[in-house]
């Protein structure tokens, strides 16, 4: 307590002795202050200015944080052909069109509600417009703003009239490969935009969800937020990415680039506003399925023939994901599938 | 969608590692104030010197992790509240930090205004700087000061725990996550971060009072009462795991996703180590050593069990931060992952955070008279002083070593 600090002690008994003991104290401390003074010049400021140097282009793949791209420790791709040349690879023109203009990006009144609706029936697993997502929209190498994994349902079944015939015995394979484009659902309820500290992404009325490049802070917190692994942190501007819609294209009435190139017109997008639009028609005349219903968070992008979320669990009665752009080279389940030994 | 990959990496462990000895160290120093407990006043002024040396570090951790950390001032600028956990915090903390402040002040202007009477040369000045100029030492003024600081320790305790449960929330507000999508995120956050900041307090207390103090004495019995404070908060803190354990491992009582998640990072994945041995086991060993009479009171002995406890609370962020991440969203598999040691989220960051925060608590503890012996004694020392002017020069040397 203040007042009883300040009491003026008579007793001086001690007092020379306290008086060496008070140097040397202020000496030690002298001496600890200036060890770790010397530590934190050395430690201190490399690592926080290296932390705080956001406009960094140069990045080593060390940790598998957000801003490394981790193609070149596949073993598939040669390092020495140039694959982590990153000036080539993170040059700031590739930024997506609409980072520079992000203010050109008109506000828009709920008069659309964007869908996209994606029938797995006629999508061949081409991969086309994976490809016109990133040549359209400058997508980093190692990041997708849509994708398309693949599937199998079913399983092989050891029969005596089976059409597959070994020395083991006949099978019947009953087996259907799935092919599954996914991208950012534009959820009507979406978490991400919901956890983001400063805002930078928001729900425009008409549909999309997009981040705005200049506001955010690059916290991660969206890209941990999203249950389907939609966004990332992009690696040239450092701020969160993620699929727009095309949100450049249809504001010019133009379609999406994935639905322009789709080859089995497996990707429709439309006006749900509008009940003549083909979407409008397909929703009522289809069953149709979100993914991840129970994360309550109200897709709008509609599958048609999608039998649940594609399970990853060793079930042999579960349909099973076999092939995914999402997963890492650093991941036991790519460890399994390359063998140890190509993780030289 | 990047590959799927660990995006929250070594400083946001960090983070709530520092932030909960924020909340812990504060509660402990309030103990004398607020629950009167007055055999821990020696603790109250160095705890809060602790509390400010953490606190104007917390916000580094998630901003040495941001990519634009430049652009901190949105934090404050667009509207965010209420739904945005990690918004919260801006207003949290920015309250905190004036709370911590304004507790620093009250409670050293006194003995910086007496200090500045008896002290020549620029630190005679820095001393009559940091009272604001303010020189009453009138009875009433100083009970008022005292009323304010009790105020403001309860209003502190208060912030202690939004501060330390809202961490716990960014957490459990992530339904993407099936580890972090859990209610006991927050109480066990608070829990431990009581816990930590009890540990934090018995080690500092028993170096700084061993080598710095005017006495050079740690008082055993002191160290033997936190001792047994922190035996209840252990024992809540292992309930909290053991009902996260039950809640999380059997399938029976659990969903698939968190079941699964649980299995394979936890029982038998890349964490298992982390978890059982050093979350769980280390919270053993710091209750059993604890337990014993003799290790409470031996300030070597029991700054030994915090420090296990300590330990132990660092595993428990990173199995939380980092475990949640290593299941895969939509991916196959477990997801790998090893700290770098330099660069982006490296150890070399949070080393540097560390020293940060070392250093400045030697700085304030160099500047504020938070050791009240020291305090009478210079005091008492400088009142015979001007009774004997010849002496004056010679003395005024050693003050101003
Ligand atoms: S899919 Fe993910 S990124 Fe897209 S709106 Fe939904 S939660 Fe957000
Ligand atoms: S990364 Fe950007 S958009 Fe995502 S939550 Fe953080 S600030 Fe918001």
Redesign the pocket.
Same mark, same amino acid.
């Given at each position: 307590m203040a007042e009883d600090d300040v009491h003026v002690e008579q007793n001086n008994a001690r007092q020379m002795g306290n008086q060496e003991s008070r140097r040397e104290f202020l000496k030690q401390a002298l001496k600890v202050g200036g060890v770790v003074g010397i530590a934190t010049v050395i430690g201190g400021p490399v690592g926080a200015v290296k932390a705080l140097a956001s406009t960094e282009t140069k990045q080593n793949a060390t940790d598998g944080s957000a801003t490394n791209w981790e193609g070149w420790e596949d073993p598939q791709l040669n390092v020495n052909d140039g694959w982590n040349n990153w000036d080539k690879i993170l040059n700031p023109d590739n930024l997506p069109i609409y980072h520079d203009h992000f203010d050109e990006i008109k506000k828009v009144k709920p008069k659309h509600h964007w869908v996209m609706v994606i029938d797995l029936r006629k999508c061949v697993g081409c991969q086309s417009c994976t490809v016109a997502c990133k040549s359209e929209n400058n997508i980093p190498i190692g990041y997708y703003r849509t994708w398309v994994d693949v599937a199998e349902i079913g399983s092989t079944l050891q029969t005596s009239l089976g059409n597959t015939v070994t020395a083991n015995g006949t099978y019947e394979q009953q087996i259907k490969i799935r092919n599954i484009p996914k991208l950012c659902n534009h959820c009507d309820n979406p978490p &991400?935009v919901t956890? &983001?500290? =400063?805002? $930078? #992404?928001f729900k425009r009325a008409d549909g999309p969800v997009l =981040?705005?490049p200049r506001? &955010?802070? /690059?916290? /991660? #917190? &969206? =890209?941990n $937020?999203c249950p389907y692994d939609a966004?990332y942190?992009n690696p040239i501007s450092h701020? $969160?990415d993620k699929c727009t819609l095309c949100v450049e294209r249809i504001d010019e009435g133009l379609l999406p680039a994935c639905v322009t190139t789709c080859v089995g017109r497996a990707r429709i997008f439309g006006d749900l506003n509008d009940p003549t639009s083909e979407v409008s028609k397909l929703l009522a005349s289809n069953p149709v399925q979100v993914r991840k219903p129970e994360m309550g968070t109200d897709p709008q992008v509609f599958y048609i023939g999608l039998n649940g979320e594609i399970s990853t669990e060793n079930d042999p009665e579960a349909e099973n994901l076999i092939y995914t752009y999402t997963m890492n080279t650093n991941s036991t389940a790519y460890q399994q599938l390359a063998g140890k030994s190509l993780l030289k | 969608m990047g590959l799927e990959q660990v995006y929250w990496t070594l400083p946001i462990v960090a983070y709530p590692f520092i932030s909960g000895l924020i909340a812990g160290s504060f509660i402990v120093g309030s103990l004398s104030k607020i629950f009167g407990q007055k055999q821990y006043e020696p603790l109250a002024k160095l705890s809060l010197l602790v509390t400010l040396a953490f606190i104007l570090f917390a916000p580094v951790g998630p901003l040495a992790d941001?990519?634009?950390p430049s652009r901190w001032w949105?934090l404050y600028t667009r509207a965010h509240i209420p739904e945005?956990p990690?918004g919260l915090f801006t207003i949290i903390w920015t309250t905190y930090v004036i709370v911590v402040i304004a507790e620093i002040y009250l409670a050293f202007r006194a003995p910086l205004h007496q200090l500045s009477e008896v002290t020549p040369g620029w630190k005679g000045r820095l001393y009559h700087w940091l009272t604001l100029g303010s020189t009453g030492m009138s009875e009433m003024r100083l009970r008022r000061e005292h009323k304010w600081l009790v105020i403001l320790a309860g209003f502190g305790i208060f912030l202690a725990f939004a501060f330390h449960g809202y961490i716990g929330f960014i957490f459990g507000a992530i339904k993407a996550r099936p580890l972090w999508h859990n209610a006991l995120m927050m109480p066990m956050f608070i829990t431990s971060a009581i816990l930590s900041g009890i540990a934090l307090m018995i080690i500092v207390y028993s170096i700084v009072f061993r080598y710095f103090s005017f006495h050079r004495k740690v008082d055993s019995a002191l160290v033997d009462g936190l001792m047994k404070i922190m035996i209840w908060v252990l024992l809540v803190d292992l309930f909290l795991d053991v009902v996260d354990i039950l809640n999380s491992a059997p399938v029976a009582y659990t969903d698939q996703a968190t079941a699964s998640g649980f299995a394979e990072i936890f029982l038998h994945g890349p964490l298992t180590g982390a978890y059982w041995i050093g979350q769980l086991g280390l919270l053993v060993v710091a209750l059993t050593l604890a337990l014993f009479r003799g290790i409470r009171t031996s300030p070597l002995w029991a700054s030994v069990a915090s420090f296990a406890a300590l330990i132990s609370i660092w595993f428990m962020r990173y199995n939380t931060v980092i475990g949640g991440q290593l299941q895969p969203k939509v991916s196959q598999g477990v997801v790998l992952y090893s700290p770098a040691l330099f660069g982006r989220g490296s150890m070399q960051i949070v080393f540097g955070l560390f020293m940060f925060i070392l250093f400045v608590f030697s700085l304030l503890l160099m500047v504020f008279p938070w050791d009240d012996e020291a305090t009478k004694h210079r005091l008492f020392h400088s009142t015979q002083l001007t009774n004997h002017g010849e002496q004056n020069r010679s003395t005024n040397k050693i003050l101003e070593h």
């Open positions: &991400c956890v &983001c500290p =400063v805002k $930078a #992404t =981040v705005d506001l &955010c802070i /690059g916290c /991660g #917190t &969206c =890209v $937020a966004r942190i701020t $969160a | 941001s990519r634009q949105e945005a990690m």
